[in-house]
Protein backbone atom coordinates (compact mmCIF):
# COMPACT_ATOMS: atom_id res chain seq x y z
CA UNK A 1 0.00 0.00 0.00
CA UNK A 2 2.89 2.02 0.86
CA UNK A 3 5.00 1.31 -2.59
CA UNK A 4 1.14 2.38 -4.43
CA UNK A 5 1.19 5.72 -2.51
CA UNK A 6 4.80 6.33 -3.19
CA UNK A 7 4.83 5.65 -6.70
CA UNK A 8 1.00 7.71 -7.15
CA UNK A 9 3.34 10.83 -5.49
CA UNK A 10 5.89 10.42 -7.78
CA UNK A 11 3.40 10.68 -10.70
CA UNK A 12 1.66 13.31 -9.67
CA UNK A 13 5.10 15.18 -8.96
CA UNK A 14 5.94 14.56 -12.98
CA UNK A 15 2.21 15.98 -14.06
CA UNK A 16 3.04 19.10 -12.12
CA UNK A 17 6.54 19.90 -13.50
CA UNK A 18 5.28 18.75 -17.19
CA UNK A 19 2.47 21.21 -16.99
CA UNK A 20 4.35 23.63 -15.39
CA UNK A 21 7.23 23.54 -18.16
CA UNK A 22 4.33 23.46 -20.74
CA UNK A 23 3.05 26.68 -19.51
CA UNK A 24 6.60 28.17 -19.06
CA UNK A 25 6.65 27.65 -22.64
CA UNK A 26 3.73 29.36 -23.54
CA UNK A 27 4.48 32.41 -20.78
CA UNK A 28 7.38 32.82 -22.37
CA UNK A 29 6.55 33.07 -26.07
CA UNK A 30 7.90 29.81 -27.12
CA UNK A 31 7.45 28.45 -30.20
CA UNK A 32 9.09 25.63 -32.62
CA UNK A 33 7.62 26.80 -35.72
CA UNK A 34 5.13 29.56 -36.99
CA UNK A 35 2.38 28.77 -39.56
CA UNK A 36 1.40 30.60 -42.68
CA UNK A 37 -2.00 30.74 -42.53
CA UNK A 38 -1.64 32.75 -39.35
CA UNK A 39 -0.48 35.41 -40.95
CA UNK A 40 -2.43 38.07 -43.13
CA UNK A 41 -1.97 39.73 -46.53
CA UNK A 42 -2.44 41.28 -50.17
CA UNK A 43 -1.90 37.76 -51.86
CA UNK A 44 -0.77 34.27 -50.91
CA UNK A 45 3.01 35.56 -51.76
CA UNK A 46 2.48 38.35 -49.54
CA UNK A 47 1.48 36.02 -46.34
CA UNK A 48 4.29 33.60 -46.90
CA UNK A 49 6.75 36.32 -46.80
CA UNK A 50 5.96 37.40 -43.93
CA UNK A 51 5.94 34.17 -41.80
CA UNK A 52 9.23 34.02 -43.53
CA UNK A 53 10.56 37.29 -42.26
CA UNK A 54 8.54 36.57 -38.80
CA UNK A 55 10.35 33.69 -38.29
CA UNK A 56 14.14 34.74 -38.82
CA UNK A 57 13.27 38.17 -36.96
CA UNK A 58 12.33 35.73 -33.39
CA UNK A 59 14.75 32.88 -34.71
CA UNK A 60 11.87 30.35 -35.26
CA UNK A 61 13.57 27.59 -37.51
CA UNK A 62 10.36 26.11 -39.40
CA UNK A 63 8.17 28.02 -41.38
CA UNK A 64 4.65 25.45 -41.99
CA UNK A 65 2.64 25.71 -45.06
CA UNK A 66 -0.87 24.21 -44.73
CA UNK A 67 -2.16 21.34 -47.46
CA UNK A 68 -3.92 23.59 -49.44
CA UNK A 69 -3.10 25.28 -52.90
CA UNK A 70 -0.89 28.23 -52.87
CA UNK A 71 -0.94 31.09 -55.93
CA UNK A 72 2.46 32.57 -56.33
CA UNK A 73 2.33 36.07 -58.08
CA UNK A 74 5.63 37.68 -56.61
CA UNK A 75 9.50 35.97 -55.37
CA UNK A 76 9.77 34.57 -52.48
CA UNK A 77 13.14 34.84 -50.19
CA UNK A 78 13.85 31.94 -47.90
CA UNK A 79 15.34 33.65 -44.60
CA UNK A 80 19.04 32.49 -43.27
CA UNK A 81 17.99 30.11 -40.66
CA UNK A 82 14.79 29.23 -41.93
CA UNK A 83 13.36 25.87 -43.38
CA UNK A 84 10.17 26.15 -45.34
CA UNK A 85 8.09 23.19 -44.59
CA UNK A 86 5.55 22.34 -47.18
CA UNK A 87 2.64 19.82 -46.17
CA UNK A 88 1.92 16.55 -48.13
CA UNK A 89 -1.31 18.08 -50.10
CA UNK A 90 0.53 21.78 -50.44
CA UNK A 91 1.20 23.20 -53.88
CA UNK A 92 2.79 26.43 -55.04
CA UNK A 93 0.65 27.63 -58.25
CA UNK A 94 2.92 30.12 -60.19
CA UNK A 95 1.70 32.90 -62.21
CA UNK A 96 3.88 35.33 -63.70
CA UNK A 97 7.61 35.43 -64.66
CA UNK A 98 10.00 35.92 -61.26
CA UNK A 99 12.28 34.25 -59.77
CA UNK A 100 9.88 32.15 -57.26
CA UNK A 101 12.28 30.98 -54.33
CA UNK A 102 15.64 32.34 -53.55
CA UNK A 103 17.63 30.87 -50.71
CA UNK A 104 19.72 32.74 -48.14
CA UNK A 105 23.05 30.17 -46.34
CA UNK A 106 21.17 27.68 -43.94
CA UNK A 107 18.29 28.50 -45.84
CA UNK A 108 16.25 25.02 -46.62
CA UNK A 109 12.85 23.91 -48.54
CA UNK A 110 11.55 20.75 -47.89
CA UNK A 111 8.26 18.65 -49.74
CA UNK A 112 7.60 21.53 -52.01
CA UNK A 113 5.20 20.96 -55.17
CA UNK A 114 5.75 23.59 -57.70
CA UNK A 115 3.69 23.84 -61.02
CA UNK A 116 4.40 26.40 -63.64
CA UNK A 117 1.03 27.63 -64.91
CA UNK A 118 2.10 30.84 -67.12
CA UNK A 119 3.46 30.24 -70.35
CA UNK A 120 5.41 33.64 -69.54
CA UNK A 121 7.29 32.13 -67.06
CA UNK A 122 11.48 31.79 -68.01
CA UNK A 123 13.33 32.40 -64.40
CA UNK A 124 14.63 30.29 -62.02
CA UNK A 125 12.25 28.09 -59.90
CA UNK A 126 14.86 27.34 -57.06
CA UNK A 127 17.93 29.72 -57.06
CA UNK A 128 20.88 30.32 -55.01
CA UNK A 129 23.73 33.06 -54.92
CA UNK A 130 27.08 32.40 -54.13
CA UNK A 131 27.19 36.03 -52.62
CA UNK A 132 25.27 34.72 -49.70
CA UNK A 133 28.48 32.31 -49.02
CA UNK A 134 27.45 28.67 -48.72
CA UNK A 135 30.45 27.17 -47.40
CA UNK A 136 31.49 24.62 -44.95
CA UNK A 137 30.46 21.15 -43.58
CA UNK A 138 28.49 22.28 -40.79
CA UNK A 139 26.10 24.71 -42.58
CA UNK A 140 22.69 23.89 -42.95
CA UNK A 141 21.29 24.41 -46.61
CA UNK A 142 19.29 21.85 -48.32
CA UNK A 143 16.96 20.92 -50.81
CA UNK A 144 15.08 17.71 -50.53
CA UNK A 145 11.42 16.46 -51.66
CA UNK A 146 11.14 18.89 -54.20
CA UNK A 147 8.53 18.70 -57.08
CA UNK A 148 8.99 21.47 -60.29
CA UNK A 149 6.81 21.01 -63.23
CA UNK A 150 6.04 23.04 -65.89
CA UNK A 151 2.08 22.54 -66.80
CA UNK A 152 1.98 25.19 -69.93
CA UNK A 153 4.48 23.32 -72.42
CA UNK A 154 6.37 26.35 -73.00
CA UNK A 155 9.81 24.54 -72.54
CA UNK A 156 11.20 28.07 -70.37
CA UNK A 157 13.17 27.98 -67.09
CA UNK A 158 15.21 26.93 -64.97
CA UNK A 159 14.08 24.00 -62.04
CA UNK A 160 17.32 24.57 -59.96
CA UNK A 161 19.94 27.21 -60.61
CA UNK A 162 23.15 27.82 -58.92
CA UNK A 163 25.23 30.97 -59.82
CA UNK A 164 27.73 32.55 -58.45
CA UNK A 165 29.64 35.16 -60.00
CA UNK A 166 31.63 37.93 -57.40
CA UNK A 167 35.21 37.96 -55.50
CA UNK A 168 34.60 34.83 -52.78
CA UNK A 169 31.09 34.12 -53.64
CA UNK A 170 30.91 30.24 -52.98
CA UNK A 171 28.34 27.45 -53.13
CA UNK A 172 29.84 24.17 -51.21
CA UNK A 173 28.70 21.38 -49.07
CA UNK A 174 24.78 21.91 -50.13
CA UNK A 175 22.97 18.72 -50.63
CA UNK A 176 19.88 18.67 -52.77
CA UNK A 177 18.06 14.93 -52.33
CA UNK A 178 14.75 13.77 -53.99
CA UNK A 179 14.38 16.40 -56.78
CA UNK A 180 11.84 15.54 -59.83
CA UNK A 181 11.91 18.46 -62.86
CA UNK A 182 9.66 18.24 -65.79
CA UNK A 183 9.26 20.43 -68.34
CA UNK A 184 11.49 23.26 -68.30
CA UNK A 185 14.28 24.71 -70.20
CA UNK A 186 17.15 23.71 -67.92
CA UNK A 187 16.43 20.81 -65.59
CA UNK A 188 19.64 21.74 -63.54
CA UNK A 189 21.85 24.79 -63.80
CA UNK A 190 25.37 25.73 -62.41
CA UNK A 191 26.78 28.80 -63.60
CA UNK A 192 29.98 30.21 -62.40
CA UNK A 193 31.16 33.86 -64.32
CA UNK A 194 34.61 35.39 -63.70
CA UNK A 195 34.99 37.95 -61.20
CA UNK A 196 36.52 41.29 -61.39
CA UNK A 197 38.95 40.19 -59.12
CA UNK A 198 39.42 37.43 -56.79
CA UNK A 199 37.75 33.50 -56.85
CA UNK A 200 34.49 32.31 -57.17
CA UNK A 201 33.23 28.91 -56.88
CA UNK A 202 30.41 26.13 -57.06
CA UNK A 203 32.20 23.04 -55.54
CA UNK A 204 31.76 20.09 -53.61
CA UNK A 205 27.68 19.58 -53.69
CA UNK A 206 25.58 16.43 -53.98
CA UNK A 207 22.62 16.04 -55.71
CA UNK A 208 21.10 12.48 -55.17
CA UNK A 209 17.77 11.00 -56.81
CA UNK A 210 17.62 13.37 -59.07
CA UNK A 211 14.80 12.99 -62.08
CA UNK A 212 14.43 14.86 -64.89
CA UNK A 213 11.60 14.77 -67.68
CA UNK A 214 10.89 16.39 -70.98
CA UNK A 215 13.29 19.34 -70.51
CA UNK A 216 15.07 20.95 -73.31
CA UNK A 217 18.61 20.73 -71.32
CA UNK A 218 18.57 18.63 -68.69
CA UNK A 219 21.42 19.60 -66.40
CA UNK A 220 23.74 22.47 -67.73
CA UNK A 221 27.32 23.52 -66.26
CA UNK A 222 29.15 26.29 -67.01
CA UNK A 223 32.62 27.49 -65.78
CA UNK A 224 36.41 27.73 -66.52
CA UNK A 225 38.50 24.25 -65.94
CA UNK A 226 39.88 25.65 -62.46
CA UNK A 227 39.93 29.24 -60.63
CA UNK A 228 39.22 31.74 -61.16
CA UNK A 229 35.73 31.11 -61.87
CA UNK A 230 35.50 26.79 -61.39
CA UNK A 231 32.50 24.67 -60.79
CA UNK A 232 34.12 21.39 -59.35
CA UNK A 233 33.93 18.06 -57.52
CA UNK A 234 29.63 18.27 -57.26
CA UNK A 235 28.33 14.34 -57.65
CA UNK A 236 24.96 13.79 -59.04
CA UNK A 237 24.15 9.84 -58.20
CA UNK A 238 20.86 8.14 -59.00
CA UNK A 239 20.09 10.21 -61.87
CA UNK A 240 16.80 9.60 -63.84
CA UNK A 241 16.66 11.12 -66.71
CA UNK A 242 13.98 10.84 -69.54
CA UNK A 243 14.13 13.20 -72.55
CA UNK A 244 11.42 13.49 -75.28
CA UNK A 245 11.34 14.77 -78.57
CA UNK A 246 12.17 18.15 -77.70
CA UNK A 247 15.14 17.20 -75.92
CA UNK A 248 18.68 18.45 -77.20
CA UNK A 249 20.94 18.24 -74.43
CA UNK A 250 21.77 15.18 -71.57
CA UNK A 251 25.15 16.53 -70.08
CA UNK A 252 26.38 20.29 -70.91
CA UNK A 253 29.66 19.96 -68.29
CA UNK A 254 32.32 22.38 -67.86
CA UNK A 255 34.77 22.40 -64.83
CA UNK A 256 36.56 20.30 -63.24
CA UNK A 257 36.33 16.72 -61.47
CA UNK A 258 32.58 16.30 -61.97
CA UNK A 259 30.77 13.06 -61.56
CA UNK A 260 27.41 12.01 -62.84
CA UNK A 261 25.72 8.55 -62.31
CA UNK A 262 22.37 6.68 -63.12
CA UNK A 263 20.32 6.33 -66.30
CA UNK A 264 19.24 7.79 -69.18
CA UNK A 265 16.22 6.60 -70.98
CA UNK A 266 15.26 6.33 -75.07
CA UNK A 267 17.53 8.36 -76.67
CA UNK A 268 16.42 7.32 -79.98
CA UNK A 269 13.01 10.20 -78.78
CA UNK A 270 14.95 12.58 -79.43
CA UNK A 271 15.01 13.64 -83.02
CA UNK A 272 18.42 15.29 -84.12
CA UNK A 273 21.49 13.12 -84.26
CA UNK A 274 24.12 15.63 -82.78
CA UNK A 275 25.47 14.79 -79.80
CA UNK A 276 23.71 14.53 -76.22
CA UNK A 277 26.37 15.09 -73.62
CA UNK A 278 29.06 18.00 -74.76
CA UNK A 279 32.18 17.90 -72.70
CA UNK A 280 33.59 21.39 -73.36
CA UNK A 281 36.96 22.48 -73.61
CA UNK A 282 36.38 23.87 -70.05
CA UNK A 283 35.93 20.34 -68.70
CA UNK A 284 38.76 18.31 -66.93
CA UNK A 285 38.35 14.78 -64.95
CA UNK A 286 34.25 14.51 -65.74
CA UNK A 287 33.53 11.37 -64.73
CA UNK A 288 30.17 9.47 -66.24
CA UNK A 289 29.00 6.54 -65.43
CA UNK A 290 25.14 5.91 -67.64
CA UNK A 291 25.61 2.99 -69.22
CA UNK A 292 22.69 4.05 -71.63
CA UNK A 293 24.46 6.76 -73.47
CA UNK A 294 26.41 5.73 -76.93
CA UNK A 295 29.85 6.99 -77.33
CA UNK A 296 28.54 8.44 -80.55
CA UNK A 297 26.20 10.52 -78.85
CA UNK A 298 29.14 11.96 -76.71
CA UNK A 299 31.50 14.64 -77.82
CA UNK A 300 34.73 15.43 -75.69
CA UNK A 301 36.87 18.28 -76.23
CA UNK A 302 37.80 18.43 -72.53
CA UNK A 303 40.76 17.11 -70.65
CA UNK A 304 41.39 13.32 -69.01
CA UNK A 305 37.20 12.55 -69.25
CA UNK A 306 36.07 9.67 -68.50
CA UNK A 307 33.03 7.58 -69.72
CA UNK A 308 32.53 4.24 -68.87
CA UNK A 309 30.90 1.79 -70.40
Request: hydrophobic share 35%; glycine share 8%.
Amino acid sequence: MKKMIGLGFFLSILLILFIFFQQDKSDSGYKDKIYVEDYKGDDDSTKIQAAIDKARANKIKTVKLADRKYTITSPIKVRQGVKLLFGYGTQFIVVGNFRVLELEKNASIEGAYIVIKDKAFNSEVIYLDGKYKYYNTWNKTYVKDVNIINWTQSKQGTGISLYSGGRDHEISFVNFENVNVSGMETGLKLKATKPSSGYTWINANRFMNISLEGCLNMIYIESHSTIPNEVSGNQFTNLQIQPTSNTKSILNVSGGYNKFDGMSWDLQRITHQNAVVELTEQSIGTNIDIPSLPMNRISDRGQANKVNQ
